[in-house]
């Protein structure tokens, strides 16, 4: 439970720096749209090599870890707060305060990041164990997200009191250090990996592949993710959409690890795309400004991107336990943060381009339409990851119905 709580915690820093901070940027902080994109992107950047790196030069057991993220999280808080804090500056220095802020925040995040996603591998037994640890995990990040849509973003979006955007702000932080001083390693029994073979048949997805198919998600995933506050602020949705986008991610966690279990990621897969594909039809059509379709188009994505994310981050800890596990985890996060980064770059463009307060408004305008491609594109890698899981599963199963000549060993693979 400690471990989940800080999770839950640390994950309302890394929602409302995806969800909130471009907006933070341009309608706060007053840039423009393209260097919102660049500011964002190169720290973004940032955060994805330190991962590398802080991942790379050590292999950390669960104690060690533990220690690392608790150490990390009080550097990391304060830059967070320091750059909420930015309105409250004279409007001369408000650019230049949110950009040093901005990039200590991403310099300071792997120090608590990757330590405590690798947790994970390193806490929990067996590939059953690290599902439904990831599936709480994924729990407490749709309640983190809900957490910061219900009572950070409307501070944000609607103009309200600057003191409660800095008390919500400062309670976090607070929240951060005391819930990462809570962690506790394993009492009692080791968490030993699966021998090699085992692994291979629980997730027959190479590593690489992994992480082409993240980059592919992520790239979709933080661009959607960073227009939703323009979209209620000026699509006339409201706050419906970050609602339900939220809620979806977190309900539909059992349902996942039910069919996971049951049919295998195959189909965890095929469902999620059929859920993303119902979010571009609404987005697509007339009542994607009412309260119905912003329901809609919420659910579709908060579900189908809840349903690859676990099935990603099962496979990443799942080569994990095998050895390595910082090392895999950071690779993971470089990723994601880098394909982040690219997405940021694109978003800065399409809002500069376009006159976004009045055209989101218009489904066929180019930043609607780019929430269109970012579900397409997710909903595609999807049913590509899928294709893949299929084939190699059977392949893994041609191979152990093969018979083997008597006498032998099987040798196994470093």
Same mark, same amino acid.
């Given at each position: 439970?400690? *471990? ?45 090599? !330190? ?50 802020? !901005? ?29 439904? !640890? ?32 800095? =008390? ?6 607070? /929240? ?35 992480? =082409? ?17 323009? *979209? ?22 059992? /349902?996942?690890? @039910? ?21 571009? =039809? ?37 080569? @994990? ?9 950071? @690779? ?5 943060? /880098? ?61 152990? @119905? ?13």
């Amino acid at each position: 439970m400690p *471990y989940l709580l800080a999770h839950f915690a640390k994950s309302q820093l890394w929602h409302a720096s995806t969800l909130l901070f471009g907006f933070f940027l341009t309608e706060a902080c007053g840039l423009d749209a393209r260097t919102m994109g660049f500011a964002m992107a190169g720290s973004l950047v940032l955060n994805g090599v !330190l991962d590398g790196v802080v991942g790379g030069v050590s292999d950390l057991d669960v104690q060690r870890a533990i220690r690392r993220q608790a150490w990390g999280a009080p550097a990391t808080c304060l830059f967070f707060l320091l750059f909420c804090a930015t309105p409250f500056l004279d409007p001369a220095y408000r650019v230049a305060w949110a950009m040093t802020t !901005l990039f200590a925040f991403r310099a300071t995040y792997p120090f608590i990041d990757v330590p405590q996603n690798a947790m994970v591998a390193l806490i929990a037994t067996g590939a059953e164990e690290r599902c439904l !640890l990831l599936a709480r995990r994924n729990i407490g990040s749709g309640l983190a997200s809900l957490a910061v849509v219900v009572l950070a973003a409307p501070l944000l979006i609607t103009g309200r009191s600057l003191t409660a955007w800095i =008390v919500w702000a400062g309670v976090v932080a607070l /929240l951060v250090c005391a819930t990462a001083w809570m962690v506790r390693g394993p009492a009692g029994r080791p968490a030993g990996p699966a021998t090699p073979l085992q692994e291979a048949r629980d997730t027959p997805v190479a590593f690489r592949t992994v992480l =082409v198919m993240l980059a592919v998600m992520m790239l979709a995933c933080a661009a959607f993710r960073a227009l939703e506050p323009y *979209y209620a602020a000026y699509a006339g949705a409201g706050m419906g959409l970050l609602l339900w986008a939220a809620v979806g991610g977190m309900a539909s966690q059992p /349902l996942w690890v @039910a069919t996971r279990r049951r049919f295998g990621d195959g189909s965890v897969l095929v469902v999620a795309a059929a859920a993303l594909t119902i979010a571009v =039809v609404v987005l697509l059509g007339p009542s994607r400004g009412g309260p119905v379709g912003a329901a809609a188009i919420g659910l579709g994505f908060g579900v189908g991107t809840s349903g690859v994310w676990l099935v990603l981050w099962t496979a990443t800890m799942t080569h @994990a336990a095998a050895g390595r596990a910082t090392r895999h985890v950071g @690779a993971f996060t470089c990723v994601s943060k /880098l394909a982040q980064a690219a997405a940021m770059l694109l978003l800065g463009q399409v809002l500069a381009t376009s006159p976004y307060r009045t055209t989101l408004a218009d489904p066929w305008s180019a930043p609607s339409l780019l929430m269109v491609a970012a579900l397409v594109a997710i909903a595609g890698s999807c049913l590509g990851l899928a294709a893949i899981v299929r084939v190699n599963r059977t392949a893994c199963d041609e191979r152990s @119905a093969t018979p083997r000549p008597a006498g032998r060993t099987i040798p196994v693979p470093d």
